[in-house]
């Protein structure tokens, strides 16, 4: 079963206004992160937002904020004021505390800003 | 290093073909990963070490797969007897602390192994 599941393979948005990336995530876990990853075109992966899943405040950085919804199980990007250099893939990803260890990742979506 | 470091960044491979893979870790970061990134997809696990230890190797494709990491700190892939479905990023991360869910993951740039 599909652990991470991010519905829009591609997203458009004007320079300077703001953009939600989805993420849905199914665990029966308790205790777990999500994360969100950038990856520009020269292939590393940016780190760019952490949620614990006992966090009850959004998480926040810069101009990344995560939409956490527990119930719902979804853990959407924000992305205020967006810049032509927002764009990339990004990527959402989920590690539990039990099992396995590395991050479960998305199939990821892909970010165009336009001037 | 300041970051995670992966070489060679490019590498082509003809088919049958035997690769090693080279990461180097942030200093003093316990936990290594390996994935496999196909083009247009997510990364995908393949093997986790922590320090020497090599604790999971679940997501290892098949037996030409094989990652070691003998004195805990950099560690090597290699691929024996490549096939044209191995093409694909290869991504090395590694993290401080030992898998608690909030531990940040560093990633390197990648190895883009492409078996022509």
């Known amino acids: 079963a599909q652990k991470i599941t991010q519905t829009q393979p591609g997203m458009f948005v004007q320079e300077k206004e703001a953009v939600t990336l989805d993420c849905t995530y199914d665990?029966?876990?308790?205790?777990?992160?999500l994360f969100w990853y950038k990856q520009p075109s020269s292939g590393e992966m940016i780190f760019l937002i952490y949620q614990g899943s006992y966090d009850e405040q959004n998480a926040t950085e810069g101009r990344y904020s995560l939409n956490f919804q527990k119930a719902r199980k979804s853990a959407n990007l924000v992305i205020s004021a967006s810049q032509l250099g927002d764009s990339a893939m990004y990527f959402c990803?989920?590690?539990?505390?039990?099992?396995?260890?590395?991050?479960?990742f998305g199939s990821g979506t892909r970010l165009q800003v336009q001037p | 290093g300041a970051g995670v470091s992966q070489s060679p960044r490019y590498k082509v491979a003809k088919r049958g073909q035997d690769v090693a893979l080279r990461c180097d870790p942030i200093?003093?970061?316990?936990?290594l990963f390996w994935y496999q990134q196909a083009l247009g997809q997510g990364p995908e696990f393949l093997t986790y070490?922590?320090?020497?230890?090599?604790?999971?190797k679940s997501g290892l494709p098949s037996d030409r797969f094989f990652a070691e990491r003998p004195e805990g700190s950099v560690s090597t892939l290699k691929i024996q007897r490549t096939q044209q479905e191995d093409s694909a990023v290869y991504l090395c991360a590694s993290s401080l602390g030992t898998g608690a869910s909030n531990t940040e993951a560093f990633f390197g740039q990648g190895t883009r192994l492409t078996v022509v």
């Open positions: 070490f922590q320090n020497e230890a090599q604790l999971d």
């Open positions: 665990t029966s876990d308790q205790s777990y992160g």
């Open positions: 990803a989920m590690r539990e505390d039990t099992g396995r260890r590395a991050l479960t």
């Open positions: 200093s003093g970061h316990v936990s």
